[in-house]
């Protein structure tokens, strides 16, 4: 792995667990590990409160207790009124737990006997990033009212309920203020519903290595964190006398007249992301309606049917093609859908293209499968489960993660699945969780422009992998930078401002 994608990387609970023992076996004790993560989780909470204050400590049976067993000592020592319960028989911690727990002087409560709204802060130590079933019985009351008592809780690694691989949850949760975890975050920090039930999550620093963890034999990571240093070395970088066909020439796919604005919207964000030429393909009536809308420097051209379409592909100056935004779901439309699938070029598909993959199974899927230039899905929720209805493996209990994971190993394509939590995967495994957006981006085009987005940067040379994660991420942060009352047709007009932003 390039050693700088290290700090992007996002560990799932088996590779943490894998980290701390390599960590020991290099000569760093379990219990000064501890001992530095409680100071963290100490630190958090120093930060909220002044000394004096109340602190409720929920410790758990396993090493999320010891952290917090630690945390509570080093509060009181700092001033602060702590309070501390176990969730288990004292008898029962072992190992490093064990050894915290022998620091802590003042008494343990059970949780039965202990008002969490009596408190000015609560520490969630219950329970860890691998917690694998429902919190259930006396606990799950107990996280009840910690979340009915309205006081800020700060949660070690994860709020307890939430899984770390996945962000999922079964049962009773807990919602935190502030969550604090270690060396690198976990996926379930950045997928919902784990993301807005973390609060605001703080990395902390407990003497953990990377040249010690990612190295051959112990871990590679192929999960990240999306960000311009992601994929800023695969950025395209034209010279100085680049004319408009070097920069890459887009074809976007159209359908009939009552469908203009999609694609319309897709050429239009593949100019502004940089390709030097953009052409709608549209059907013949809908080609006046094309050329009456602006931007003049989208060209117009019909194809009178898909045998034209064809020609046209394969004939013209096409680097890349988006094809699905307001196509259609009709024969012809999925005429065009396999003549892209048949294809060379480095294609977008979305949208109605989806569609028609999804239900041309497996004859469309094993074109894909066979194309011999890259592709890139890009489904929301309801357009995915059309496109792996009834394949194997797509439970969703698995997670957004590990299901756009197989889909894009089912494909042979990089597959982005939309949301608020937008997940990209390739073929070989490498994932990517996004999170620049807000709620301004639901609406209608935004996953159109999204496309262009793609297909412009394809049509430039980017690799797809890459293509799609700077396009997530700009798209995302084109929607922060503009705020609520957006419209889709918003969303190309700020990247020019958000480009600024990697380019400097």
């Known amino acids: 792995m390039a050693a700088d994608l290290s700090p992007l990387a996002l560990l799932s609970v088996a590779e943490m667990a894998a980290a701390d023992a390599a960590t020991i076996a290099t000569g760093t004790p379990g219990i000064v590990l501890m001992e530095?993560?409680?100071?963290?989780?100490?630190?958090?909470v120093t930060r909220r409160i002044r000394?004096?204050?109340?602190?409720?400590?929920?410790?758990?049976?396993?090493?999320?207790?010891?952290?917090?067993?630690?945390?509570g000592?080093?509060?009181?020592?700092?001033?602060?009124?702590?309070?501390?319960?176990?969730a288990a028989d004292p008898t029962a911690l072992t190992g490093d737990a064990a050894l915290a727990a022998q620091g802590w002087t003042g008494p343990v409560a059970a949780v039965g006997e202990i008002d969490p709204a009596r408190h000015d802060l609560v520490i969630d130590?219950?329970?860890?990033?691998?917690?694998?079933?429902?919190?259930?019985?006396?606990?799950?009351?107990?996280?009840?009212?910690?979340?009915?008592?309205?006081?800020?809780?700060?949660?070690?690694?994860?709020?307890?309920?939430?899984?770390?691989?996945?962000?999922?949850?079964?049962?009773?949760?807990?919602?935190?203020?502030?969550?604090?975890?270690?060396?690198?975050l976990k996926p379930g920090h950045l997928l919902q519903p784990g993301?807005?039930?973390?609060?605001?999550?703080?990395?902390?620093?407990?003497?953990?290595?990377?040249?010690?963890?990612?190295?051959?034999?112990?871990?590679?990571?192929s999960t990240f964190r999306n960000a311009p240093s992601l994929w800023r070395t695969r950025w395209p970088d034209h010279d100085p006398g680049v004319h408009k066909y070097a920069r890459g020439a887009v074809a976007v796919a159209a359908g009939g007249l009552s469908g203009v604005g999609a694609p319309r919207l897709g050429a239009r964000a593949s100019l502004r992301i940089g390709a030097g030429l953009?052409?709608?393909?549209?059907?013949p009536e809908a080609l006046a309606a094309h050329a009456a809308r602006g931007p003049d420097a989208l060209m117009q051209r019909a194809a009178a049917d898909p045998a034209a379409f064809e020609a046209m592909l394969s004939g013209g100056k096409v680097d890349a093609l988006l094809i699905g935004p307001a196509l259609g779901l009709d024969d012809e439309a999925r005429s065009w859908v396999a003549a892209a699938l048949r294809g060379g070029h480095p294609c977008v598909f979305d949208a109605d293209a989806l569609t028609h993959i999804g239900a041309q199974r497996p004859a469309f899927p094993d074109l894909l499968q066979q194309r011999a230039g890259p592709a890139v899905l890009t489904p929301h929720e309801g357009e995915f489960k059309r496109l792996v209805a009834d394949a194997a493996g797509f439970d969703p209990e698995r997670g957004k993660l590990e299901r756009a994971r197989r889909?894009?190993?089912?494909?042979?394509?990089?597959?982005?699945?939309?949301?608020?939590?937008?997940?990209?995967?390739?073929?070989?495994?490498?994932?990517?969780?996004?999170?620049?957006?807000?709620?301004?981006?639901?609406?209608?085009?935004?996953?159109?422009?999204?496309?262009?987005?793609?297909?412009?940067l394809l049509a430039q040379k980017m690799p797809a992998f890459e293509a799609a994660c700077a396009a997530v991420w700009l798209h995302g942060r084109a929607g922060e930078t503009s705020g609520m009352g957006l419209i889709a047709d918003d969303l190309p007009e700020a990247l020019p401002g958000v480009l600024a932003e990697v380019e400097d």
Do not use: Y
């Open 36 to 44: 530095r993560a409680g100071k963290a989780v100490a630190d958090a």
């Open 51 to 71: 000394p004096g204050q109340s602190v409720l400590v929920l410790c758990g049976p396993g090493n999320n207790g010891g952290d917090g067993f630690v945390a």
């Open 73 to 86: 000592r080093l509060l009181a020592e700092r001033g602060c009124r702590v309070t501390l319960a176990l």
């Open 125 to 184: 130590a219950l329970f860890g990033a691998g917690l694998s079933r429902a919190i259930s019985g006396e606990l799950a009351a107990l996280v009840e009212q910690v979340n009915a008592a309205g006081k800020p809780v700060v949660c070690v690694d994860v709020p307890s309920g939430v899984h770390g691989d996945t962000g999922l949850t079964d049962g009773p949760v807990i919602r935190a203020a502030e969550t604090v975890t270690f060396f690198r």
């Open 195 to 221: 993301r807005s039930l973390c609060g605001v999550v703080t990395l902390a620093d407990i003497g953990i290595r990377p040249e010690t963890i990612f190295t051959p034999g112990r871990i590679t990571p």
């Open 278 to 283: 953009a052409t709608i393909i549209c059907r």
């Open 407 to 456: 889909a894009a190993r089912l494909m042979g394509a990089v597959v982005v699945l939309k949301g608020a939590d937008t997940v990209i995967a390739a073929p070989d495994g490498r994932a990517a969780i996004n999170n620049t957006g807000s709620p301004a981006l639901a609406t209608a085009g935004s996953g159109d422009v999204l496309g262009g987005i793609v297909a412009g």
